[in-house]
Nanobody
Framework: VQLQASGGGLVQAGGSLRLSCAAS????????KGWFRQAPGKEREFVAG????????HYADSVKGRFTISRDNAKNAVSLQMNSLKPEDTAVYYC??????????????????WGQGTLVTVSS
């Protein structure tokens, strides 16, 4: 049972990237989901979360208005569209799942599954 994150890369400031997280081995289509990131020397921090139904989303203040989380339960996937990227967005990004019919994942303690991480580097 794995969550596979993909879509990271190197982008210039002001650019965009789209991260995707797909599940293999079992279905997490009805789990609460979230994205977190961890920069070198810093703790893992919340970025965005989405409830199992997709009706509720939450964002860290630092990414509001720039990032959008979405999910496609039919494809067992969650995505993070990142626009207007800044050098301070540079980090390894992780997707997370909580529980069946769960709320948006907003803290590391809520997560029961983690993806392996994908590196996003934003150059100035």
């Amino acid at each position: 049972v794995q969550l596979q994150a993909s879509g990271g890369g190197l982008v210039q400031a002001g650019g965009s990237l789209r991260l995707s997280c797909a599940a293999s081995g079992r279905s997490f289509s009805n789990y609460g989901k979230g994205w977190f990131r961890q920069a070198p020397g810093k703790e893992r921090e919340f970025v965005a979360g989405i409830s199992w139904s997709g009706d509720n989303t939450h964002y860290a203040d630092s990414v509001k208005g720039r990032f959008t989380i979405s999910r496609d339960n039919a494809k067992n996937a969650v995505s993070l569209q990142m626009n207007s990227l800044k050098p301070e967005d540079t980090a390894v990004y992780y997707c997370a799942a909580s529980s069946p019919f769960g709320a948006a994942v907003r803290t590391t303690h809520q997560a029961s599954r983690w993806g392996q991480g994908t590196l996003v580097t934003v150059s100035s």
